[in-house]
């Protein structure tokens, strides 16, 4: 898909900050340092537009980007980080449930996993929450580039198994370094909005 006009509409620390508009909407999930922010600017092809950091944990809230004001992508705060306050995980932990569960414009997910690792426990949980919910997920093992052909293969053989993933489901490697599997990616996306 071809951006020509992407923008950051809305930054929502509560439910009632979600915006009321009825555009479809893909949400970007996983763990803190996985990449969100890196692989949401290189699918839509701007450097700075969602908020990288070398510090995990940076996103604080759900950012909604407007693209091409037809679709949005959500970025949700990464979980599992450790430095997070435990006060503050569970202050973000009902608004992101309340987003994924109500929102009736949601599509669908992208669940980042770091290809580098085998799933965590957070990573199983959401996989597992999404499924119980029947929310649609497009499923990416990011920094691909980080690893060589044949140690990636086999990570993304471990990560399916961990995560439980069907043959049809797809796991998708990305690197938001190179560019490697965007268009893929992006394909993914589209299967996952209304036609």
């Given at each position: 898909?071809?951006?020509?006009?992407?923008?950051?509409?809305?930054?929502?620390?509560?439910?009632?900050d979600?915006?009321?508009?009825?555009?479809?909407?893909?949400?970007f999930?996983?763990?803190?340092?996985?990449?969100?922010?890196?692989?949401?600017?290189?699918?839509?092809?701007?450097?700075?537009?969602?908020?990288?950091?070398?510090?995990?944990?940076?996103?604080?809230?759900l950012?909604?980007?407007?693209?091409?004001?037809?679709i949005?992508?959500?970025?949700?705060?990464?979980?599992?980080?450790?430095?997070?306050?435990?006060?503050?995980?569970?202050?973000?932990?009902?608004?992101?449930?309340?987003?994924?569960?109500?929102?009736?414009?949601?599509?669908?997910?992208?669940?980042?996993?770091?290809?580098?690792?085998?799933?965590?426990?957070?990573?199983?949980?959401?996989?597992?929450?999404?499924?119980?919910?029947?929310?649609?997920?497009?499923?990416?093992?990011?920094?691909?580039?980080?690893?060589?052909?044949?140690?990636?293969?086999?990570?993304?053989?471990?990560?399916?198994?961990?995560?439980?993933?069907?043959?049809?489901?797809s796991?998708?490697?990305?690197?938001?370094?190179?560019?490697?599997?965007r268009?893929?990616?992006?394909?993914?996306?589209?299967?996952?909005?209304?036609?």
């Amino acid at each position: 898909m071809k951006i020509k006009q992407a923008e950051l509409k809305a930054g929502a620390y509560n439910i009632n900050d979600f915006p009321g508009w009825e555009l479809p909407e893909i949400s970007f999930l996983g763990r803190s340092n996985v990449g969100k922010s890196s692989l949401i600017n290189k699918l839509i092809g701007r450097k700075n537009l969602a908020r990288t950091s070398s510090t995990p944990g940076k996103t604080r809230g759900l950012y909604f980007y407007l693209l091409n004001g037809k679709i949005c992508f959500v970025d949700l705060p990464g979980y599992g980080y450790a430095r997070i306050s435990k006060t503050e995980r569970q202050r973000w932990a009902p608004i992101i449930e309340e987003y994924l569960e109500t929102r009736s414009n949601l599509y669908g997910c992208v669940h980042l996993i770091d290809c580098r690792h085998e799933p965590t426990e957070d990573d199983k949980l959401m996989a597992d929450w999404l499924r119980m919910h029947s929310i649609p997920r497009v499923t990416v093992a990011t920094k691909s580039d980080k690893l060589s052909r044949g140690a990636l293969l086999r990570q993304l053989q471990v990560i399916r198994a961990q995560l439980g993933l069907f043959e049809e489901e797809s796991l998708l490697p990305f690197s938001a370094q190179t560019g490697a599997g965007r268009d893929q990616l992006w394909k993914g996306i589209t299967g996952l909005l209304p036609h």
